[in-house]
């Protein structure tokens, strides 16, 4: 195979292997094999217009033509003429797609459906930058500088998974690039051959080429490149936020011994709006219960209970080990109506959350692997990377229904819960408060002012649900849903627990499902669609206790409805989503999941942190160190050549040799476009240098110099000192600078040609490492038998 085919094939598969860290985006990938038959068309039309051969620009030109039409086909093929050439129509088309495309993405959750929107999209941004990578790398001769687009595609992955592109792919993506540089080295020595080097001649000063033995300065460097390169793999990964524990979330935080430690987490509903956007219902859990009425058994994951004015978030809490009988729940009476509810629940496969979702409150919870306990929230969250994956568990909770006059007759909350739930931040502003005050206006208590939110909300405010509206949770976000009424559950219960406590009512935002759908064998399914967020207000005696502000979405709870003059309540509009349903000992396998279940895009809180300190903090000193660090090797990556480079030029004129300048004269005329050719003398290498570089007449005078010395070290029994010939060597460099185009000049700077020694040096080392230990294992095996080993 040719040099420029071992390229392209090169470029083919450096752009494939960086286009992976896209996979995470979508599910199904199947875009992945369109995107891989437009490269592949590419290369082959860059292969045959590059043996006409065409000019540099009909070349590019022809393989953008031919992606065209490629796209033409697979996408507007009824457009079309001729079902194959691109009319007004098709571009028309283009850009209805890339527009449906573009508000997919905004749309929904990681990973995506496979509109055709999202993968055109796709489709279209791997081929230009495959089309840029070929260009540089194949048709331009110039591969370190392709790196740039294809540290572009990862980076666009990566930003969009939020660490969905991993560790994994980021490997693939440099292996791509170095493939591509090897490849391009390859070429390149077998155009020109390998450098002479000579052999070294003791007592000799200069005997070497190079300084004191070229071909073991780029070994070095070689290798410390790709040092540099396995610890960016090594340390971005684990040092970016977004890489180290992905969508679903990571586990929680231990103290010695993994009996203590603290647990925090940032808002979950970030990916809330997304899963009640999602174009199919997926299961995400199925469970039986003995509860006589399901329609107020929400499925609680995690309550937020700081507000700072950005956004609602979990504070950072203690965790211990999950004991066999859950606390009494704090401020719950004995005289309050209590009923013990056991269900038994069965996750899906393809529903990975490291908070278990539970009734609340729960009493005891029944479930193997590795689960840890927050008692202030009463959650359960997964430790070291345990999750609800295919989980199997049984959850003995409380169905409480306080009265309302127990509710309206409530004491005062303790001073220290008073304190920590209402707290809302000075930014909060003035009308949120202002019409807190109007809407609960005749109340008489904080229960009657908190039904009379929740009426508002749901019924008498003239709030609309929308889940297109964009989600927010700072204070901003509630002015303007006061405003404009129009959102969905976000809007509702974070403006709802900012105004309850801003009449000094302790509230919180809970995060789960709604109790689910009834199936006909009586269990209860329960669909990405039942997310759901919640206000949870505090009235001493009764606890933490469920409001449902939402209008159309859930139950309104009973002791939140009106009375009749009987005294009995009054139903409400609002649908109840859960009816009654026997239990079971435990769920049986054919109530799980089906195996066609796509993975769903609920993503969980942070990962956790061993710090309380670090939660409001930002990242660690030493993460964000490790952060910046990564990050700076990374874009360092494209420089490498001209590091190395200027290195090995310090070096050689440093040491003032005669044969390390003249190896360093030689690389500079490279750089600038004048490759090497070794089977000259010195005298005619100096004549075609000044022919082909044609550099001032004050540097062509130098480089007559250095040959003259070179000629003098090499075959004069006593060669003649040569003083000041760091300074010739850069009086020759000047001038081959002020000589070349601008183009050339910045090539030289950034990505200099003579930088492929390194590769060769590489691959030299690396069949020489090869050879000898083929040679020992040979002479391993020929022993004769009679020898000792």
Not at 122 to 136: I, T
Not at 267 to 273: E, F, G, I, R, T
Request: aromatic fraction near 8%; proline fraction near 8%; hydrophobic fraction near 45%.
């Amino acid at each position: 195979m040719s040099g420029r085919g071992r390229l392209t094939l090169a470029a083919f598969g450096a752009t494939l292997l960086a286009s992976a860290a896209l996979l995470p985006l979508v599910k199904p990938a199947t875009w992945i094999f369109t995107a891989a038959l437009v490269l592949g068309l590419q290369s082959a039309i860059g292969t045959i217009t590059r043996r006409v051969p065409l000019a540099r620009p009909l070349t590019i030109g022809a393989q953008a033509v031919v992606t065209v039409l490629v796209l033409t086909v697979v996408f507007a093929r009824e457009q079309a003429l001729l079902g194959l050439l691109p009319g007004p129509e098709v571009f028309t088309t283009f850009g209805t797609l890339f527009q449906a495309g573009v508000d997919d993405v905004g749309t929904y959750a990681i990973p995506a459906p496979d509109t055709a929107g999202i993968r055109l999209l796709l489709v279209v941004g791997v081929a230009a930058v495959g089309l840029l990578v070929d260009a540089l790398a194949v048709t331009f001769r110039s591969s370190a500088p392709a790196g740039l687009p294809l540290l572009a595609l990862y980076s666009v992955a990566a930003g969009l998974s939020g660490g969905g592109a991993g560790w994994l792919y980021f490997l693939l993506a440099a292996a791509g690039y170095l493939l591509l540089l090897l490849a391009e080295g390859r070429d390149r020595l077998s155009q020109w051959g390998r450098v002479f080097g000579g052999a070294h001649r003791s007592g000799r000063p200069g005997s070497a080429v190079g300084d004191g033995g070229s071909a073991f300065a780029p070994v070095r460097t070689g290798r410390r490149i790709g040092v540099v390169a396995l610890g960016i793999a090594l340390v971005v990964p684990f040092a970016l936020p977004g890489l180290s524990g992905g969508i679903f979330g990571g586990g929680a935080g231990e103290g010695a011994g993994g009996k203590g430690g603290t647990i925090s987490a940032v808002n979950p509903l970030v990916s809330l709006q997304n899963d009640l956007r999602q174009p199919d219902d997926r299961e995400v859990l199925r469970y039986r219960t003995n509860a006589r009425d399901t329609s107020g058994m929400y499925l609680r994951l995690v309550a937020l209970d700081q507000f700072d004015g950005t956004a609602w978030k979990s504070s950072v809490r203690p965790i211990e080990d999950v004991p066999e009988l859950l606390p009494w729940p704090d401020g719950l009476a004995q005289d309050v109506t209590t009923t013990e509810v056991t269900s038994n629940f069965v996750a899906s496969t393809a529903y990975e959350q490291k908070w278990l979702p539970m009734p609340y409150p729960a009493a005891k919870v029944s479930i193997g692997g590795s689960w840890r306990y927050e008692p202030a929230g009463r959650m359960l969250v997964g430790d070291n990377g345990q999750n609800t994956k295919g989980a199997r568990y049984s959850v003995t909770s409380l169905d409480i229904r306080p009265t309302a006059d127990q509710l309206a007759a409530a004491p005062p909350a303790p001073e220290k819960l008073l304190r920590e739930y209402t707290k809302v931040p000075a930014s909060l502003p003035a009308d949120v408060r202002s019409t807190a005050v109007e809407v609960t206006r005749g109340a008489h208590n904080g229960y009657e002012r908190a039904v009379k939110l929740q009426n508002w909300f749901a019924r008498d405010g003239g709030f609309r649900y929308d889940v297109k509206v964009d989600s927010g949770t700072g204070v901003e976000a509630i002015s303007r849903f006061l405003k404009d009424r129009e959102g969905f559950c976000v809007h509702f219960s974070f403006s709802m627990a900012a105004m309850a406590r801003s009449l000094g009512i302790p509230a919180r935002v809970a995060v789960g499902f709604m109790p689910g759908t009834p199936q006909p064998d009586g269990s209860l399914s329960v669909g990405i669609r039942d997310a759901h967020a919640w206000p949870e207000l505090y009235f001493e005696g009764a606890g933490w206790t469920r409001f449902e502000p939402t209008p159309s979405r859930g139950s309104v709870p009973e002791y939140t409805r009106e009375r009749s003059a009987g005294g009995a309540t009054t139903p409400t509009a609002q649908p109840s989503t859960g009816t009654s349903a026997q239990p079971s000992a435990a769920p049986s396998a054919a109530e799980s999941c089906p195996p066609q279940l796509r993975r769903m895009g609920e993503c969980g809180p942070d990962k956790a942190t061993a710090d309380p300190a670090s939660a409001d903090s930002g990242l660690p000193p030493l993460r964000l160190t490790l952060l910046l660090l990564g990050v700076l090797l990374l874009f360092a990556l494209p420089l490498l050549p001209w590091l190395w480079r200027t290195r090995l030029r310090a070096r050689r004129l440093g040491r003032g040799e005669v044969l390390a300048v003249w190896a360093e004269i030689k690389d500079t005329a490279w750089d600038y476009g004048v490759a090497p050719d070794d089977s000259l003398t010195p005298r005619g290498t100096a004549a075609r240098l000044i022919r082909l570089g044609e550099p001032a007449p004050d540097a062509a005078d130098a480089v007559h110099r250095v040959a003259r010395a070179v000629e003098q070290t090499l075959y004069a029994p006593r060669p003649q000192p040569a003083p000041g010939l760091a300074a010739e060597a850069e009086l020759i460099r000047r001038g081959f600078h002020a000589a070349a185009t601008r183009s050339n000049r910045l090539r030289a700077v950034l990505a200099p040609r003579s930088a492929v020694r390194v590769a060769w040096a590489t691959r030299a080392r690396w069949d020489a490492l090869r050879t000898g230990a083929a040679t020992r294992a040979r002479a391993l095996f020929r022993r004769p038998s009679g020898e000792s080993a």
